[in-house]
C-alpha cells in the first residue's frame, strides 16, 4: 500500500509542476501580462532578434492586459495571447490580420456592441479622425496631447478629414508619423 500511496504522491508532483509550467507558456514565449520598466523595452530586440512591442488588449478577451509581443505580429497574435475570445466576443469585430503597433490599444466587442471600444473608434478599433476627442487621439503612437489638440484645431477650422493623408496638413505631423498611423485611423 505504501508503495501505491508513494507513487500517487509522485503523480500529483509532477501534475502540479506541469500545471505550473503549461501556465506560464504563453504564444512566442511572451510573459502572460507583462509590467515594461521602460518605454525604451520597445526598441530591445528578443532572442530572435526582432523588436518588442507592447499591446494594450481589453474587451472581449480570457486575459485582457499588456502584453509584450514582436514587431511584425498581428492581430491574431494578441488575441491568442490574451487567451483567445470569450464565448461573448464579436471575432468580426477587430482585424485579426493587420499589423500591429508599438503603445496601440484594441478592444474587443461583444456581439452586439456598437462601434466596438470607446467613442471615436471604429468595430475594429481604428480611430476615427472625424469623431475622436483628444484623449483618445492622445493613444495613438507618438501623438501627444499638443499634436492631438492640432488634429482637432485642424478639424474644426477645416472641416472633415477627406482621407487619412490630409493628417499631412496638421503642424507637427510629417511623413514618419502618418506611416506610424496609417493602420491605425480612419476618416
Excluded at 472633415?160 to 511623413?175: K, M, Q, R, T, Y
Aim: aromatic share 4%; net charge negative; hydrophobic share 50%.
Amino acid at each position: 500500500m505504501r508503495v501505491g500511496a508513494g507513487a500517487a504522491l509522485i503523480l500529483v508532483l509532477v501534475g502540479v509542476a506541469c500545471a505550473v509550467l503549461v501556465t506560464a507558456v504563453t504564444p512566442h514565449g511572451v510573459s502572460d501580462v507583462v509590467r515594461p520598466s521602460s518605454a525604451a523595452m520597445a526598441d530591445t530586440p528578443d532572442a530572435s532578434g526582432a523588436s518588442v512591442i507592447y499591446v494594450h488588449i481589453l474587451g472581449q478577451v480570457a486575459h485582457p492586459g499588456l502584453y509584450a509581443l514582436r514587431d511584425g505580429d498581428r492581430g491574431v497574435d494578441i488575441v491568442a495571447a490574451a487567451g483567445g475570445f470569450t464565448a461573448e466576443a464579436d471575432p468580426a469585430g477587430i482585424n485579426l490580420a493587420r499589423f500591429l503597433t508599438d503603445g496601440e490599444q484594441i478592444v474587443v466587442p461583444a456581439v452586439g456592441d456598437v462601434g466596438g471600444g470607446p467613442a471615436g473608434t471604429t468595430g475594429d478599433g481604428l480611430v476615427n479622425l472625424n469623431t475622436a476627442d483628444a484623449a483618445l487621439l492622445d493613444t495613438l503612437p507618438r501623438i501627444g496631447p499638443a499634436i492631438a489638440q492640432r488634429i482637432i484645431d485642424w478639424r474644426e477650422k477645416n472641416g472633415s478629414f477627406a482621407s487619412v493623408d490630409d493628417l499631412l496638413d496638421v503642424p507637427g505631423i510629417g511623413d514618419a508619423i502618418l506611416e506610424g498611423l496609417r493602420d491605425l485611423v480612419t476618416t
